[in-house]
């Protein structure tokens, strides 16, 4: 029988996982059906059980001059709320899940599963958030990219918590989010697409692709994206298929229950198309 455990305060959850590894649970909504049994039965899990539902210091958004903190167990419907929430991330988390679910869901959940489909990973990817963990022994801050290494693998350490995830403030002229999944909502996505760009005088400043479920963590690649800085519009526009040339052996997708690999590429390779298009 596993021990449950509710710690009164962030402090005592530290101090407790120092101790001993616990399995963590922010709102639930993934381990509970990773970790399903048979009807009538409670689900299994092989770790003692450390909830962090009590934790108000984690409940926190913090908006400073450049930047927005959130706090680790804010649910995704009060980020939905809240003003501050950068808006791609808000369009993301509109079509995730259900109110329900987004009620107890977190941010630090997705990152913590670490799927391939995960969408808020694909807007956190886009804006260069970065996670702070923190243990006992200190706090470290890495960039998204560097906190999820492969599917349902991150570099979060035994002892380590999810503190908060910060995004930086930027300026974007477009931001374009599509997810395509088997219905409207409530669906894991087949392909999901975030696309952000920054144009003055015709010229591109910045742009940012990512794409969700067409790989083993979410894609983002800084090379191909310094190549489309500084061009004018047009050019990028004329130039479309050399783009798109250049993601396609990103783009590696594979079969499951939810879609195939063929479909999966050609939609990735159309969003960015369309996106492309539409600057
Ligand atoms: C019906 C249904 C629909 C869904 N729809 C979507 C969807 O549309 N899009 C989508 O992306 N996902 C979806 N999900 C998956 C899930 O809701 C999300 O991944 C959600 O963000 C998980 O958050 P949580 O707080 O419930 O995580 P939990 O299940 O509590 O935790 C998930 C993992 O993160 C770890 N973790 C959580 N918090 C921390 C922390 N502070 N520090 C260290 N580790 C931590 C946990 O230990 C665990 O390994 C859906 C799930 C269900 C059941």
Request: aromatic share 6%.
């Amino acid at each position: 029988m596993v021990k449950q455990i509710i710690p009164a305060n962030y402090r005592e959850a530290l101090s407790l996982l120092n101790e001993e590894p616990y399995q963590i649970i922010a709102g639930g909504s993934d381990l509970m059906i990773q970790k399903r049994n048979i009807a009538g039965l409670p689900p299994k899990f092989e770790k003692n059980l450390l909830y962090l539902f009590n934790l108000k210091e984690l409940k926190v958004v913090i908006k400073e001059p450049s930047q927005i903190r959130i706090g680790s167990m804010t649910s995704l419907e009060d980020l939905l709320d809240h003003p501050n929430t950068p808006p791609l991330l808000k369009q993301v988390i509109a079509e995730m899940a259900s109110p329900a679910l987004r009620n107890v869901a977190t941010l630090s959940g997705n990152i913590g599963n670490a799927s391939p489909a995960g969408d808020s990973l694909v807007a956190l990817f886009l804006l260069d958030a970065v996670v702070v963990l923190e243990s006992i022994g200190g706090i470290r801050r890495l960039p998204i990219e560097e906190v999820i290494v492969g599917p349902r693998k991150t570099v979060i350490r035994a002892n380590e918590l999810i503190r908060e995830i910060i995004i930086p403030d930027q300026d974007f002229t477009k931001v374009q989010w599509v997810k395509v999944g088997g219905r409207k909502a409530d669906a894991i996505s087949k392909v999901s697409f975030a696309g952000a760009v920054n144009v003055k005088n015709q010229t591109i400043q910045d742009f940012r692709v990512a794409l969700g479920a067409v790989y083993q963590t979410v894609i983002r690649n800084r090379t191909i994206e310094t190549t489309v800085k500084g061009q004018t519009v047009s050019a990028l526009k004329n130039g479309v298929k050399t783009a798109l040339a250049k993601f396609e052996p990103l783009i590696r997708p594979i079969d499951d229950q939810r879609s195939n690999k063929d479909y999966r590429k050609q939609v990735a390779l159309n969003m960015i198309k369309d996106f492309i298009m539409k600057i």
